[in-house]
């Protein structure tokens, strides 16, 4: 029996998180947009709601709670549905603090998740897409080689969220063992000041503009403790279903978002004598618009039980990102045609919407759940 009814905490979160996301975030994602900088104030509001440190133990600075995918795809959809950027931002200690929580050694996890905690929002991040046309992330060119004293690192990355205040990073990297695929790929930790550890200039974007991410070089030397969990552990499938989950989540929000407000536009734009929602070519196309959000959050959903189930659903996230990527896009595509001259100017937020929907089809790791 397969049941699609959210718990009742679960339907808490979704409403506190909604709530602070139609209230605080959406009122300010133009000007985030506009500036290129989002608001300490609000970012450290939403980190008091505790996205980023339910599952952290409490000894180590979290809440000590359990950790659920589908809980965290339930509050990504909503921090999305508020903006996109600012949501990628408040959740980019997760990218740092989970991965460490699920699969760390107990020295690891003491001497770095709490730099993930804290009544402050941290500056800590990750690293994992490659500035290639061919990027993979089962094959990446960023490689790790055992040494002696541990392990090098060469490499190039790109679209590292928060790097230019990070404290710390994750890096992941192809490990030189023989191994391929997601057996070889390993997350090393790479603290700020690192010999070798070089940062880019922030990176110009045609969306998610608030968001400030970074391009990093990498020729490191690192002891053999920087590697998250040691070098026979295998986690890289989990890890990336767990940021696909993710994504699939917030593109479900972003296109909720745009699917809203060219309704409501719709109803209130009179054109010959009617509301334009009453013409059969709108009314088809948000017809269409609303089912595919539906399929795309219960693909969400599904890749997200799967995982919360023990499973690495590679098949079931894949599938969920790649659908719900083109959804967003197409949603707000034609959210833009519905609002027709309105949706090309700035006055309306579609066509912000329009620009941040286009990433999700490169975007991978740069959010977790």
């Known amino acids: 029996m397969i049941d699609f009814e959210l718990s009742d905490e679960q339907k808490m979160v979704r409403e506190t998180v909604g709530a602070f996301a139609r209230e605080r975030i959406r009122p300010a994602a133009r000007q985030a947009d506009e500036s290129e900088s989002i608001p300490q104030e609000l970012i450290q509001q939403a980190w008091q709601l505790g996205l980023g440190r339910e599952p952290i133990p409490e000894e180590l600075g979290g809440f000590g709670g359990k950790r659920s995918v589908l809980t965290g795809a339930v509050a990504v959809e909503e921090l999305a549905y508020g903006d ?59 490689r790790a080689r055992k040494i002696a004293s541990g392990f090098t690192l060469h490499g190039a990355k790109c679209f590292v969220p928060l790097a230019g205040e990070a404290r710390a990073f994750l890096v992941y990297a192809q490990l030189e063992n023989g191994a391929h695929g997601f057996d070889s790929v390993k997350a090393f930790i790479v603290e700020r000041g690192a010999k070798g550890l070089s940062l880019g200039e922030r990176e110009k974007n045609m969306g998610l503009k608030a968001l400030a991410s970074y391009e990093l070089a990498l020729d490191l030397e690192l002891g053999p403790e920087s590697i998250v969990g040691g070098e026979d552990s295998s ?17 479900v929000g972003v296109a909720k978002a745009a699917f809203e407000y060219s309704r409501d536009y719709a109803k209130e734009r009179h054109a010959f004598g009617a509301p334009i929602a009453t013409k059969q070519a709108i009314a088809f196309m948000l017809a269409e618009m609303a089912l595919e959000i539906e399929a795309s959050r219960l693909l969400a959903w599904q890749a997200a039980v799967a995982l919360d189930k023990g499973g690495d659903a590679i098949k079931e996230a894949s599938c969920a990102k790649n659908y719900a990527s083109s959804v967003a896009l197409k949603v707000a595509d034609n959210a833009v045609q519905i609002l027709g001259g309105h949706g090309y100017i700035r006055e309306h937020p579609v066509e912000m919407w329009l620009r941040n929907a286009r990433g999700f089809a490169i975007l991978e790791g740069v959010a977790i759940v």
């Open 84 to 142: 996109l950027a600012i949501a990628l931002h408040i959740m980019t200690p997760a990218l740092f603090a989970f991965p460490i929580l699920e699969v760390g050694t107990d020295e690891q996890r003491r001497t770095y998740l709490p730099l993930a905690t804290g009544d402050e929002f941290p500056f800590v991040t990750a690293a994992l897409m490659e500035p290639r046309f061919d990027f993979d992330p089962t094959a990446l060119t960023t």
């Open 235 to 251: 986690y890289g499938a989990r890890l990336l279903s767990e940021s696909r989950v993710a994504l699939s989540a917030m593109a």
